[in-house]
């Protein structure tokens, strides 16, 4: 099962924050869990951001029997149609990651964002993508992260070609810190 992570802030602090219309989102904070729903960022018609909730985890590829929460692999066909049609790209807010047993945020800002994407089938929902932990960590603490997004690149996630936008997926890009909870 995927390890939670969590978003302690209210929804007017994540719009601020990733520069979104909260839209009237009531998210108040707390742990998010495979399968349950947390406002994510979309993008609207020209440059606007709203913050909707969709459910963590999409339906699995036609072989599959779990909800899919990560997106490990950026190649694989169950995932290049979404990469590359930015209309389902995303913005995941975060204040924190689980890592085996430690905690992690980023150093420089309360709210942050991952990179997802989002489908909506029978349930919207969506995925985060990951890549290679950052090197400062044992590799038995962080294997592996979620892509961490900085302020600068959210425009480019969100809207650019997917050219530009698969150089966003690379570990050590945002300096992280490990939380105590």
């Known amino acids: ?65 779990h909800v899919v929460t990560h997106v490990r692999n950026c190649a694989s066909p169950f995932w290049i149609g979404t990469l590359r049609h930015t209309e389902f790209r995303c913005l995941v807010p975060a204040t924190a990651f689980r890592g085996g047993a430690s905690w992690f945020g980023a150093i420089d800002r309360p709210v942050f964002a991952f990179a997802g994407i989002w489908r909506d089938s029978e349930v919207p929902s969506f995925a985060i993508l990951t890549t290679a932990g950052d090197g400062l960590y044992p590799a038995e603490t962080l294997p592996s992260q979620p892509v961490i997004l900085r302020p600068g690149d959210y425009g480019t996630w969100l809207s650019a070609d997917w050219k530009l936008a698969q150089d966003l997926i690379a570990p050590g890009r945002v300096p992280l810190r490990a939380i105590d909870y």
């Open 1 to 65: 099962m995927a390890a939670p992570y969590r978003l302690d802030a209210a929804a007017v602090q994540i719009a601020a924050a990733l520069g979104a219309d909260g839209g009237g989102d009531v998210w108040t904070g707390g742990v998010v869990a495979p399968s349950s729903f947390a406002p994510v960022v979309v993008r609207g018609t020209g440059r606007a951001r709203f913050l909707v909730p969709r459910q963590w985890g999409v339906p699995p590829p036609p072989r599959g029997t």
